[in-house]
């Protein structure tokens, strides 16, 4: 870990002594600035936008899975704190369930969550599928706004015998600063452990799909799963797994390691380089 932060601490030094050199010149050469921070910054910003889709995931599909299960018991699973609201409008199958976190501020396994998550399904237990329809309302993870309204379809089987979300991506993260990215695409959740257990800090998902990160300057990044990202719910971020990610100007493989639950992961560029990338 020390020699990669060390790689980190010497680009960053070359691209100080690179400006200075450059600002110096009395040519009319356009100056030549290595990008690599503005790139190192932009897939530490998708990783955050990875936190937050994964934090509304976790509580659609909790609350959803409760509420699937008691219909008439409980409205809220008894894992969320007590700043948390939930209120179910049923009629006949139909049901509408709302997330209701505060104009304040609720604290939720690590994250300040605010405002609504609204959702609405068919109740049928025993269907294999279930479409879940979503939409945010004021919604914030850590003081950024997040807007969407999209699906999730829930498999109570996939091949492998395991439950199953599908969940059409269709984001937008607005940082305090006005920095904005959005996010489109497929992600797919397999829950391999923890399944029926009624403990919500035993759940562990992997992620497969593809996606693309849009940020308000334009830039792009196209997203492609390589091996399966296994996402803890006790963990804030991915504790392995490979994802490809391309962009006009670089590329390479995100690498979550193999199973720490830590704020690291190791980009390597397509030409070999690796650095390290802090997830916030």
């Not at 399944?195 to 990160?213: A, L």
């Not at 963990?235 to 797994?241: A, M």
Request: glycine share 8%.
């Amino acid at each position: 870990m020390k020699y990669f932060k060390r790689i980190i601490k010497s680009i960053l030094a070359l691209l100080v002594i690179g400006m200075s050199f450059s600002s110096c010149t009395d040519n009319d050469e356009p100056l030549q600035i290595d990008n690599t921070s503005q790139d190192t910054l932009e897939l530490a910003r998708a990783s955050e936008v990875d936190a937050a889709s994964s934090s509304l995931e976790d509580m659609v599909v909790e609350v959803f899975e409760f509420d699937l299960a008691n219909p008439n018991g409980r409205v809220a699973p008894p894992a969320l704190p007590d700043c948390v609201t939930i209120t179910v409008v049923a009629e006949q199958g139909f049901r509408e369930v709302t997330v209701d976190f505060g104009n304040e501020g609720c604290l939720v396994r690590g994250h300040v969550l605010k405002g609504q998550i609204v959702f609405s399904y068919t109740r049928d237990v025993e269907a294999q599928e279930i479409l879940i329809t979503y939409n945010l309302i004021d919604f914030y993870f850590d003081n950024k706004n997040v807007l969407g309204s999209r699906t999730i379809l829930r498999e109570k089987e996939n091949d492998n015998g395991n439950p199953q979300f599908t969940h059409t991506l269709d984001l937008t993260v607005i940082w305090p600063n006005g920095l904005q990215a959005s996010r489109n695409g497929t992600k797919v959740r397999e829950w391999v452990e923890g399944f029926g257990s009624g403990i919500f800090s035993d759940n562990v998902f992997e992620v497969s799909g593809n996606w693309t990160t849009t940020f308000v300057n334009g830039n792009s990044h196209t997203y492609e799963v390589l091996t399966p990202l296994r996402r803890e719910v006790i963990c804030t971020y991915f504790v392995s797994g490979t994802i490809d990610i391309q962009r006009t100007n670089f590329g390479g493989i995100f690498d979550y390691g193999t199973g720490d639950c830590d704020n690291e992961a190791l980009f390597t560029f397509n030409n070999g380089t690796e650095i390290i990338i802090t997830l916030n």
